[in-house]
C-alpha cells in the first residue's frame, strides 16, 4: 500500500492495496496511473510523518517456535501499534506493549524496536522480522493481513476506507522474530518466532444504531442520542444516549468478521449525570450490570467477560438501563469503544450452568452455587460452588466453534475451604483430580492434559467433588477461566 504525502487535512490517494484472506490467499490490486482511489482519512488528525496514528491491539499468542521467559499459547498479547506517514511516501508501523504478564515487553514510545527480558536476564532482544519486514519499520507491511470490514474485493474501484477498517476491523494474524542484540550473548535464548492473533477496538461512533427506544415528546432526536467529540476519548469521539428512565435502550449492529472466542471490553465516559445498564448480545446478557456515575468527568474500560460467537456478520449489542447510582443526576449513559479481544479463555462466569447437584435442604440456591467478584480474578470475576459432601457436581455448557484436540487448562480459587475434583468432559474423565485447597485465599491454573472433541457446538465439562485435602475444612470449589488451546 502506498500513499503519497498529503498536507495536513488533504485526501490521500490509494495506489495499491495488498492483503490476504483469513484463509491465506494473498490478493494485489493497483490502479492505474491518473485514476487513483481516493483513501478515506477517518481520523480527526491525518497521519503524517509528526503526527502517528495509535491504535491499541489486543491478543493471544497462536504460536511460538521455543519458549522463552516461560512463554506459551494462549498468553495475552497488549501492543500499541503507531502508523507513520514515512517522508519516503510510505506507511511506517512500530509498536510498544507486552506480551505475556511474566514473559517480555516492548520498551517505551519511541523506543519500540527493542524488546526486554522481564524475568531478571540482561539480555535484550530485538524485533528481526514482521510479515518480511525488518525492525518493525515495515513499509506497507502494516496492511498485509487487512481486509475491507464491508467485504468489498481489493480491486474495487470505489472509495476503500482502509484506516476505519484498521480502528473497527479485525488484524487475525501477526509474526515477529526476536534474537538477541547484545555482542556478548551468553545464555540468552535462541532466536524465536512468535504469532499472535488480535484486533482494535470498534469505535462506537462508526457503528450503525439498529434500534433504540423512541425519543420522548419535547426530545429531539439531536438530544436523545448521537456523537461526541473529546480528545480524552479514543479516536477523539464517542456516542451518547440521553436516557431518562429504567428499560430504555439503543442498539448497535456490531460486525464480526471471525467466529471464535472474544473477550469483551467496553470503553465507557463517566459523569455525574450517569446511569446504570446492562449489555445483551443477541439478546441474551453479558456480564454484570455497570455503573456508569462518576463525581467528575473521566473514562474507563469494563471488562464484561467472554462470549462465544458461532457465525460471523452483524451482532445485536443492546444496552439497557437498569438504574442509577443515588449519588446520580441521571440515567444518561455514554459509550467510547468497544473492543472484541480475540481468546483462548472462557471466563466461567460466562457459561451457562447445565446441571447441578440439587440445592440442598436448608440452603438457597445463592449459597449453593454463583459467581464472586474478585479484581485477583481473570475478568474480575468467577464462580463457586458450595460443595457439602464427595460426588456433588455441576457442569458448564462450553461452546466449541471448531473440533478438534485441545489442550485444558482450568483457573482455579484456592482457598482453606476448598475440595479436590475430577473434570469429565462429555462423560469422559481428563486429567487427574485436582486438589484446591490453599492455606491461604489465592488463584492456580490446573493443566488437565488434552481432549478430542469430535464435532463443534456445546460440550459438557462436569466437575464432581472427589474428596478434600486433609487439611482442608470443606468441599466448596471455586472456577475462575477454561482455556482450551488447540
Request: glycine share 12%.
Amino acid at each position: 500500500m502506498t500513499i503519497p504525502q498529503a498536507i495536513e487535512g488533504g485526501t490521500w490517494k490509494l495506489q495499491s492495496v495488498s492483503a490476504s484472506d483469513v484463509a491465506g490467499n494473498y490478493g494485489y490490486s493497483s490502479f492505474p496511473a491518473g485514476t487513483p482511489t481516493d483513501l478515506i482519512v477517518v481520523d480527526r488528525n491525518p497521519v503524517t510523518d509528526n503526527n502517528p496514528a495509535i491504535y491499541h491491539y489486543k491478543g493471544y499468542v497462536t504460536g511460538v517456535s521455543v519458549q522463552p521467559f516461560g512463554l506459551k499459547i494462549g498468553d495475552p498479547v497488549d501492543l500499541n501499534l503507531a502508523l507513520f506517514l514515512s517522508p519516503y511516501g510510505g506507511l511506517t508501523g512500530g509498536a510498544n506493549g507486552h506480551i505475556s504478564s511474566s514473559g517480555f515487553a516492548t520498551k517505551p514510545y519511541p523506543d519500540y524496536t527493542t524488546v526486554s527480558a522481564t524475568d531478571g536476564s540482561p539480555d535484550t532482544v530485538d524485533i528481526e522480522g514482521f510479515e518480511g519486514c525488518s525492525d518493525f519499520y515495515c513499509y506497507a507491511g502494516i496492511s498485509l493481513q487487512l481486509r475491507d470490514p464491508s467485504g468489498r474485493a481489493l480491486n474495487a474501484t470505489g472509495p476503500i476506507d482502509i484506516l476505519s477498517g484498521l480502528r473497527s476491523g479485525d488484524w487475525p494474524r501477526l509474526s515477529a522474530t526476536f534474537s538477541c542484540n547484545e555482542d556478548s550473548c551468553d545464555g540468552a535464548p535462541p532466536p524465536f518466532t512468535v504469532n499472535v492473533r488480535g484486533s482494535f477496538p470498534l469505535e462506537t461512533e462508526l457503528l450503525t444504531v439498529q434500534s433504540k427506544t423512541p425519543p420522548p415528546s419535547g426530545i429531539s432526536p439531536a438530544q436523545w442520542s448521537g456523537v461526541f467529540n473529546a480528545s480524552a476519548a479514543s479516536n477523539s469521539a464517542g456516542t451518547y444516549f440521553n436516557a431518562t428512565a429504567p428499560g430504555q435502550f439503543i442498539t448497535y449492529g456490531v460486525p464480526v468478521l471471525h467466529t471464535g472466542t472474544y473477550r469483551v471490553l467496553l470503553g465507557v465516559q463517566m459523569k455525574p449525570n450517569k446511569g446504570k445498564f446492562q449489555l445483551a448480545i443477541d439478546g441474551i446478557n453479558q456480564g454484570f450490570v455497570q455503573d456508569e456515575f462518576s463525581q467528575g468527568v473521566s473514562y474507563a474500560s469494563r471488562d464484561l467477560g467472554t462470549v462465544v460467537f458461532t457465525s460471523t456478520g452483524n451482532k445485536a449489542f443492546t444496552f439497557t438501563v437498569t438504574g442509577r447510582n443515588p449519588s446520580s443526576t441521571g440515567y444518561t449513559l455514554a459509550f467510547d469503544y468497544l473492543h472484541l479481544v480475540p481468546s483462548l479463555r472462557l471466563e466461567t462466569e460466562s457459561l451457562k450452568v447445565q446441571s447441578i447437584t440439587p440445592v440442598p435442604s436448608g440452603y438457597t440456591s445463592a449459597r449453593w452455587f454463583g459467581k464472586f467478584i474478585a479484581n485477583a480474578a481473570s475478568g474480575g470475576a468467577g464462580t463457586y460452588f458450595n460443595a457439602n459432601a464427595v460426588g456433588d457436581y455441576i457442569t458448564y455448557t462450553v461452546p466449541v466453534v471448531k473440533p478438534g484436540t485441545y489442550h485444558v487448562r482450568v483457573g482455579t480459587q484456592t482457598k482453606p475451604n476448598k475440595g479436590i475434583f475430577q473434570l469429565a468432559v462429555n462423560g469422559l474423565n481428563v486429567g487427574p483430580p485436582q486438589d484446591e485447597y490453599s492455606a491461604a485465599a489465592g488463584y492456580a491454573v490446573s493443566d488437565l492434559g488434552t481432549v478430542t472433541l469430535g464435532v463443534a457446538g456445546n460440550q459438557a465439562f462436569q466437575f464432581l467433588v472427589a474428596g478434600k485435602n486433609p487439611s482442608s475444612s470443606g468441599y466448596t470449589l471455586g472456577f475462575d477461566y477454561i482455556e482450551l488451546v488447540p
